[in-house]
């Protein structure tokens, strides 16, 4: 991959073994996961073609920390974009080393940077302000109430909303109606729909019997990321929430919503389709970072004294 600006682009001429460890790596891959990859590790290319340092057979664990304070210092990179880049170098050198590429990753003791997260940040809406934007999307449109309740009641990623076809939802499982739905890293899954969701869904379908349930209301074209996004933006303006909000917020605020409701963080952590019990646990501590706060605490402790 040295000295080309095509890594892990399809029909790319493959003549090195660091081009063939590379593309190897990046097929395990898809879609938007895929090119974040490859342009990290163009960026690691592109900075050892300018020092003449051979990607696989060169590289040691000191010229890879030298490249992560090329990263922060020279790029300018964010301590999340730099664990970002680092953490698909670390991949890349791993595979390498199971491939038979190189004896040993060079990148296997490289130092991360500390990356904090402020978890009172990913709260997202609170139960009021997301039936506001529910209220706004039913006074809006069909698609928009089709396309806030897929995201708000039922906690699906934009990308998965946006590829929810008609055909989806219309069996019946143990009772309940069902969308089968194929989630982050190509894992399925089977939703069950409550009655308001059904509603929104058909009224969104209207007399179709196939094909995207999602389209754009003026073009009829499929919704993508990009339309969902200023939906959400308009509908959020609508509802008078001024908070800067996301479509992967509403899947925030469909966690919280869950907790808040008390549905046991086990059930949880299964709806929203966390592989990780942890990352559902933040939800938990964050919806009370302040209710729980020790300065409550103290200032009614000290309410007598002072």
Sequence with gaps: MQNTTLIGVPNARITTPAELAAAGY?????GSTRETYRVSLKVLWDWCAELGIDVLGGMRRPVLELFAR??????????????????IVKG???????????DRSPAAHIRMPRVYKDESKTLGLDRMELGALIQAARASHVMDNALITLMGMLGLRVSEACN?????????????????IVGKGGKPATIPLPVPVIRALDAGAGDRASGPLLLRRKSGEPMNRKAAALAVT???????????????????????????????????????RHSDPRITARYDRARHNHDRHANHTVAAFLAGAA
């Design 26 to 30: 990046l097929a395990r891959y898809s």
């Design 70 to 87: 090329h990263l922060e210092e020279d790029r300018g990179n964010s301590p999340v974009t730099v664990a970002m880049r680092l953490s």
């Design 92 to 102: 890349f050198y791993a595979f390498a080393e199971i491939d038979g590429y190189i």
């Design 164 to 180: 929810v076809k008609i055909e989806d939802y219309q069996q019946i499982e143990r009772g309940h109606r069902v969308l089968r």
């Design 234 to 272: 308009r509908l959020c303006k609508a509802a008078g929430i001024t908070k800067k909000i996301s479509p992967h917020s509403l899947r925030h605020s469909y966690v919280t919503a869950c907790l808040d409701a008390g549905v046991p963080l086990r059930d949880v952590q299964v709806a929203a």
